[in-house]
Structures are given as C-alpha cells and as structure tokens.
RNA sequence: UGGGGCGUCGUCAAGCGGUAAGACACAGGAUUUUGGUUCCUGCAUUCGGAGGUUCGAAUCCUCCCGCCCCAGCCA
C-alpha cells in the first residue's frame, strides 16, 4: 500500500462537513463509512466514492470505516469481500481495525425492530408481495392501508418472533415500518424493513431466517458505528426521509446524516453492477480482472497506477450534476503518471527485418541509453547493435505520404539511440507484393551527434537487433464499447467493441525485458506504455498489455487509424 | 402524471450580489535522437429561457422549458 499524500480539493460536501466543524456538530468528529455490498468486484465508479469517503475522512483527521453491507444472501461472497479488501488496499487506503459487516449487526437490528413494533412503528403485514405492490398505490393515486396494519403489539411480536424461528414460508410475512400510504413520497409508504428469505448468508448461515432490508440495515449500521457523514449517491436522495424517520425513532444523540452526490459516469463504458455481472457472466470478457474491465482489478491488471486512479478522482470533482467523463480524461491521468515514472524500452510489434550492409557481419556493440529522456537518475542500460535488426512495419512505406518522417525508398532516419541509416533497396515477396526485408547503410559518424555536413534527419524510428531480442507477445486494448454512453442503452451489448482487444504474438523485444517483474511498466518509446501481465507471462517469455497508447499527432493528422 | 434532484465552454467544474477560476478535449506555435515530454498562445461579453428586484444578477424573486431518480420482499 501507498501512503497518500494527494492534496485535498473541496467540493459541496466538504463545504457541509467544513459547516459543522464551525458550529462543532459531533463534538468536531468526522466519520465515514465506504459501505460496499459484496456482490461484485468494485469499478472506478466506487474508486470515487472510496477517494471521497477516505479522503475526507484523512483531510478532517477523522475516521473512515470499511463496511461490507451485506443484507441480501442471495449473490454475496466472501470472494467478492476479499477483492474489495484487496482493491481498497491497492487503491492506498486503509481502515485499520475498522472493518465492519451489516451482517455481525444482525442481533442488535433485530432489537431495534423489536423496539420499532412496541412503539407502534412498525407491523408484520401478511399480504403477498404482489398485493403489497397493488395497495401502494402510484405516482398520482395515494396508497391503500394494509388490512394488517392495526395488530395488536403483541400479535406483531409474537409473528416476527415466529419469522425469525422459521414457522413461515418466504413471503408469508414482512415486517413494515406504520408510516403514511398516502405520502407523496412512495419510499414512505409503509416500507418493508424485514423479509424472510431461506437463502444461506456467506458469513451468517442458515442462523437466520430473515434479513433486514437495505434502508433499515443501512442507517442504523451506520448510527452503531458513530457515522457522522453519510455519504451515498443521488439515487438515495428520495430515501433520506426514511433513514431520518428511522434513525429519529431509535437512536439518541447524535445522529448520522446522510448526503448523497452524483456517481461517476465514464464514457464508453459501463459501471452498473448488474450490467458488469453480464460482461462477465456470459464471457464477453475473461473475468472481473480483463484489463479492459473498468474494475478496479481490471484497471491494475492492465497496468494502471493507483496514483492514476486517485488523480482521476479528484480531477472530476463531486457534485449533484448528472455526469459522463471523457475517458480521455482517465487516459491523460495514466499518462501523467507513467510519463513520470516508467522507464523506457524498444519493443517491436510488427516487425520487419533489415540488413546493414556496410555493418560488419559479426560485430556488436553494446550502446548505453537513458532509462528516462528527462531523469538521468532512472539510470541507463546496454543495448545491442548488430547488422540484423527489426523494425516496425509502418516505419517504412513504400510510397510516403507528404510529412512522412521515417523511412522510405532515398530516404534517411534516426535508429533511436543510434545511428542514422539509408535505404538501399528492398526485397519483396513475389507474389504477394509484401515487402519481406530491407537493405540499408547507415552512417558511422551519427552514433552520438547529428550528420557531420549537417544535414538533417528529421524521423527516429525504434528497432531491436535480431539477434538479441526476445520474442514477446503484446495485447492492444482498445475501448469496450463504440458508442459514448452505452449505459444509457437497454441493450447496450449490441454496442460492444469487436476489436476491443488484439492480440500480437509474434513482436520482438529489447533483452532486457527478458525477466522483468509481473505488474512492472514500461514505457515502449514511440508506442506508449505497457505493464507485464501477472497472470499469462511466462519465465523468459512476458506478455504485455497495453495501457494507453501515447499522444499520437501523426496519426491525427493521417486520420487516426489505430496502430 | 405525484414527489425528489439537477441545468455555467465539446466534457467535467469553480463561482455563495461587485462584473465568468481551473482541468481535459480542441487549434496554432517553439524546443526535441520518442510525430512523446516540456513550453508558450488561443478557446463562454455570457451562465436552460423569459420577465422582475438592484447602481450592479450566473448568484435574489416569479413563471416557463429540459434532463435524471422513485411504484424490489435489491442496494
């Protein structure tokens, strides 16, 4: 883990928290709580919630927990918990012996339940689920009291007792909170706050037979813990009257206050849990972790930094607007940071052999080269020059475009960190047309300085010597889907990118890349930068996927085919 | 349709009655052995619209328009 050490941005909800501490609401305590239900793995989307609630509570010296809200046994596991746990950890964040489950509150909910039928706030309602949508009425025609309404306190007791004991089928009975079924807000119409569900909990068991549901289990977790700031998204906003009836009629002192913003949207992609599930489940991708997920998991494995993540986080802001973020905006967090950090490397994906003719057959030489244009103390390594050497496909075109810097037939280019070379000729396949090999000759005196008669050579091309390189597979993602906002779309898999990924396995890259640390990035010149896959590289043998490409204004002005 | 929320540059987002920050994107230019980096420069006379209050309005008032959320025994 990281320490963070991000500066603090502000935002509404900080101006609230800012507020309180002026009139010392909470005694000057600030408390969150980052309340994840482990039924997924985590995505960008609650990278900005965790950045929110971590930050805030690190910026107030304050206290941040990490709340497993698991109310719900069907789809929750203990493998999502430990990939929360695990993610939350990457991210730079950490709750210390502050980790909490809704589920260990289970006995003391049950209490406050308890308490809620005495005091005539809440009764078991034996009408079926269907009957329970039919009596609430709709937006316009107010609800209908349920014939249940009015038991006695203790039939109401004596039912929940025997829900909890198992004497009742799913469904039979729930308990609901006695609120208005005429309140023009539809969350108040007499709320179902427990059901009963015959579904083993991963952590509980089969030890209980009903669960509480979210907006009873959420406010009062939150009220046992000492929240003071309860921070949660936009679509909660027509449930605070809820948490506040609830939490008005069971807890004393002071209380947590719920403040929703609006979740992150990010173009061309998807962030809803369920639609994320779908991604996964019917394998349009290979797991929660395919670098093309924007998972957190997925964001790591593809070669993205927590530093990116974090960054990302505060460069958009918080606040109550509907939003859909560039993902060029991500991408420039990524490259910011790896800019910075990653050293440099030669990797060729498409290669093409050439021969110098005038370079003696059996000589190398070794040529040291920065690790890092800008920062000499990333240090230096050895690479090796030879007679054979590849490079790049489309360094070198037969008929060049106007503006075309690199190599063509007459022209000249810089070897990067080495010498410059000429073409002399080329072989091509016969019957194909395809060019197979070129020769060049390059000129001994341009190692370390331009031209002697000071001509110039405006293109410098990447290459690896033949001889010496290694054989590298290397995947190209690109977006998951091709329109901007396939969240917005019922059936948003039609819009899927087919070409979201491209595998190359036959590129060739410089030897020092032959045992280099999963996860490592780098930055391949002239391409952009690339992590060492963990799962698929192979001693002697890496697999690099590519993060993000490099800024490319050659390819914007030749119309932006993708490389 | 009842309720709740939101409308400031292509995308985010400051602004809290004193005369429109910043970032990304985009467009130019300089430097460059990465068509990278870095560095300059440009980019909302106007804040969803219309009225009103005021010496002065994105900020206050009124009406209108648009978008999002809510009718799970999900969270």
Aim: aromatic share 10%; net charge negative.
């Amino acid at each position: 883990m990281t320490e963070v050490t991000d500066s603090n941005p502000t935002d509404f909800i900080r101006d609230i928290i800012d507020n309180d501490l002026r009139i010392n609401k909470n005694n000057g305590r600030v408390a969150t709580r980052f309340p994840p239900e482990p039924n997924g793995y985590i995505h960008i989307g609650h990278a900005k919630s965790v950045c929110l609630n971590f930050g805030i509570a690190a910026q107030y010296k304050g206290t941040c927990n990490l709340r497993l809200d698991d109310t719900d046994p069907a789809g929750e596991s203990m493998e999502y918990v430990e990939s929360i746990i695990r993610d939350i950890h990457w991210l730079g964040f950490d709750w210390q012996d502050r980790l909490y489950y809704a589920s260990d509150y289970f006995e003391k909910l049950y209490q406050f339940a308890v308490e809620l039928i005495k005091s005539c706030n809440a009764y078991v309602c034996s009408l079926s689920p269907d009957e329970i949508r039919e009596y609430r009425g709709t937006f316009t025609e107010p609800g209908k009291d349920s014939p249940y309404r009015n038991r006695s306190v203790e039939e109401n007791l004596d039912l929940f007792q025997r829900m909890r004991s198992g004497e009742f089928a799913d469904g039979d009975h729930v308990l609901r909170a006695k609120i208005d079924m005429s309140s023009p807000n539809i969350v108040m119409r007499d709320p179902v706050i427990y059901r009963i569900k015959r579904e083993p909990h991963y952590r509980t068991g089969t030890k209980w037979i009903i669960y509480p549901m979210y907006d009873f289990a959420h406010c009062l977790s939150d009220a046992l813990e000492g929240i003071t700031h309860s921070i949660c998204t936009l679509e909660f906003e027509n449930n605070r009257p809820l948490y506040d009836w609830i939490v008005e009629r069971l807890i004393t002192g002071n209380r947590p206050q719920q403040i929703e913003f609006a979740r992150l949207n990010l173009s061309y992609t998807v962030l809803s849990k369920r639609r994320l599930i779908e991604l996964v489940e019917k394998r349009y991708v290979k797991g929660w972790d395919d670098p093309r997920m924007p998972t957190v998991s997925g964001m790591r494995r593809r070669g993205y930094t927590p530093e990116a993540i974090r960054n990302f986080c505060a460069q958009i802001g918080v606040a109550k607007n509907d939003n859909l973020i560039d993902v060029a905006l991500l991408e420039y967090c990524v490259r910011e940071d790896l800019n910075e950090h990653a050293p440099r490397a030669m990797c060729v994906l498409r290669p093409l052999r050439v021969v110098i003719d005038n370079y003696p057959e059996n000589q190398v030489e070794q040529i040291e080269c920065s690790s890092h244009p800008q920062k000499p103390e990333m240090g230096t390594r050895k690479i090796p020059f030879s007679r054979v050497i590849y490079i790049e496909r489309d360094d070198f075109m037969e008929n060049p475009p106007k503006k075309y810097h690199r190599l063509g037939p007459g022209r000249e280019v810089r070897l990067r960190n080495a010498y410059v070379i000429k073409f002399e000729s080329m072989i091509k396949d016969d019957k194909t047309g395809e060019v197979m090999e070129l020769h060049c000759s390059l000129d001994p005196a341009t190692l370390n300085g331009p031209p002697v008669d000071g001509r110039k050579v405006p293109g410098v091309i990447h290459w690896v010597s033949a001889e010496h390189c290694i054989p590298a597979e290397v995947r190209l993602y690109d977006r998951l889907f091709n329109i901007e906002n396939p969240g917005s779309e019922e059936n948003f898999l039609k819009y899927l990118n087919p070409i979201s990924l491209e595998i190359l396995t036959k590129c060739y890259a410089e030897h020092n890349l032959k045992n280099v640390e999963p996860g490592r990035q780098f930055q391949f010149e002239r391409l952009g930068y690339f992590c060492v896959d963990a799962k698929d590289s192979k001693e002697g043998k890496p697999v690099f996927n590519r993060v993000v490409s490099l800024r490319d204004s050659w390819a914007k002005i030749t119309g932006g085919e993708k490389k």
